[in-house]
């Protein structure tokens, strides 16, 4: 029998995906695991795989089109075998019913479908492993202990890759794999597999050397009117749908209230320079923000919360989410036990996380699960500004640029640099004098460093 395609809730807050490619064509072969499609999800584009083999019959949908999860998008089925009779009425090569039921020797005794996402999913998605599934069920976090140092990814040696397994003629991928490798134009069947069974998996395809991509064409030249027109209709993407139904979210029911303070920067500046001359690893001053801010939610697990209606959820681990551009709008990456990070952890993790984040690549586990969130407008010269939060979260911390200023120091005037930073606050979760509080804490880490790590 027929397996029907549907579309699938690929990130937990999906409620509609718009299909950008197909990857499979009508009359084509098809595995399990085999891609069928680009879906553009509310976060990232990602890939809508087969769950059954069997024959590619019909694209219920074209490219382009929106379709809400769990719309049909697609039907899979046996050589020769006809839509109409995949949709489950006779088709053109099949009998119509008699009395007698024609023998089925070679057809599966039940039709198999996709799983239906569940619609009941929650808005916000508890921390899991970037590797790993994210936790479901009762809506209670999975517990997760940071691996010791013996045991990080990369401390044991790694075996030696064999060759890219092949079943029937075809190099065993995972989906990730291929798409970068169409992506950078390398050919995946010269490739060594590192992966189970020698699967060719997507760190293969990172070590491998591809021609450089030409660069984007910017964006505001997407949006230039054709010649003549006084303006260009454009639809909403996927993910600038999402920012509009959860900034009207946050800004209508959360009575939000704002907290700044400026903290001289002189000591943290100092620090990082002597790093980068020790050859330590580049860490940008929003490293070393994102750094304070973990420390001292550490101290302040009040403002570590998230609203949840009928009680509010204490976080006992701490999960910074920042703030990075792109071009559909914003997305959020999370850093996940960042209290339990050192400094150059959190600038590897950080660079990595805003790389992929602008080309679309990270997974649902990578950008949700936040506890906190910092956004950082200085280096785009903005002196201060106020940040909306980003619920359930009960915060988010609102970083500006930093500049040299003539102030009061040691009773003279001398010429500092000074930065702003403005704290939004769920007053649901936090009152004032709580949020003052875990400013002043974070203000001290940041004017003397060595805070951070007493």
Not at 286 to 310: F, G, S, T, Y
């Amino acid at each position: 029998m027929s397996t029907k395609v549907v579309m699938e809730a690929l990130s937990p807050t999906m409620e509609e995906g718009r299909l950008v490619e197909w990857k499979k064509q009508e009359g084509d072969a098809v595995s399990v695991g085999d891609v069928l499609a680009e879906v553009e999800t509310d976060k990232a584009v990602m890939e809508l795989v087969a769950r059954a083999g069997g024959t590619l019959l019909k694209q219920v949908v074209q490219a382009g089109a929106t379709v809400p999860v769990s719309e049909l998008v697609a039907v899979i089925g046996e050589p020769g075998e006809t839509v109409e009779a995949a949709d489950g009425a006779p088709g053109k090569d099949e009998p119509a019913p008699t009395g007698k039921p024609a023998p089925r020797a070679d057809r599966k005794e039940e039709q198999a479908t996709q799983p239906t996402p569940d619609e009941n999913r929650p808005t916000s998605m508890p921390p899991a492993p970037p590797a790993g599934p994210a936790a479901e069920g009762n809506g209670q976090p999975a517990t997760r202990q940071r691996p010791a140092a013996s045991e990080k990814p990369g401390a044991s040696e790694k075996p030696a890759p064999a060759p890219a397994a092949r079943s029937a003629g075809r190099v065993r991928a995972s989906p990730l794999a291929r798409r970068m490798a169409a992506e950078r134009g390398i050919d995946i069947s010269a490739m060594e597999g590192s992966g189970p069974e020698g699967r060719v998996v997507a760190r293969d395809v990172e070590a491998s050397r591809a021609p450089a991509a030409p660069a984007a064409a910017p964006r505001s030249a997407a949006l230039r009117a054709p010649d003549g027109q006084p303006y260009q209709d454009v639809p909403l993407s996927q993910i600038r749908k999402t920012i509009a139904r959860r900034l009207a979210q946050s800004i209508g029911p959360i009575p939000t209230f704002y907290l700044t303070t400026e903290v001289d920067m002189e000591r943290a500046a100092d620090a990082r320079e002597a790093l980068l001359a020790a050859g330590g690893e580049k860490a940008s001053f929003n490293d070393i923000i994102l750094k304070a801010v973990a420390m001292a939610l550490r101290q302040h697990p009040e403002c570590n919360a998230w609203w949840q209606d009928d009680h509010i959820r204490y976080w006992n681990e701490v999960h910074v989410s920042m703030a990075v551009a792109i071009d559909e709008g914003l997305i959020t990456p999370v850093i996940r036990h960042t209290d339990l990070k050192s400094l150059r952890e959190i600038a590897a993790e950080s660079r990595d996380l805003a790389a992929r984040a602008r080309e679309r690549r990270l997974t649902p586990e990578e950008y949700t699960g936040g506890t906190f969130s910092v956004s950082n407008l200085g280096m785009l010269d903005i002196h201060e500004f106020t940040a909306v939060i980003n619920p359930p979260e009960a915060g988010i911390l609102a970083v500006g640029r930093m500049a040299e200023q003539p102030v009061a120091h040691q009773g003279a005037v001398a010429i500092r640099r000074r930065m702003r930073l403005t704290m939004s606050c769920d007053h649901r979760v936090i009152d004032g004098a709580t949020g003052a509080r875990f400013l002043q804490t974070l203000k001290g880490m940041l004017e003397n460093p060595l805070a951070m790590v007493y």
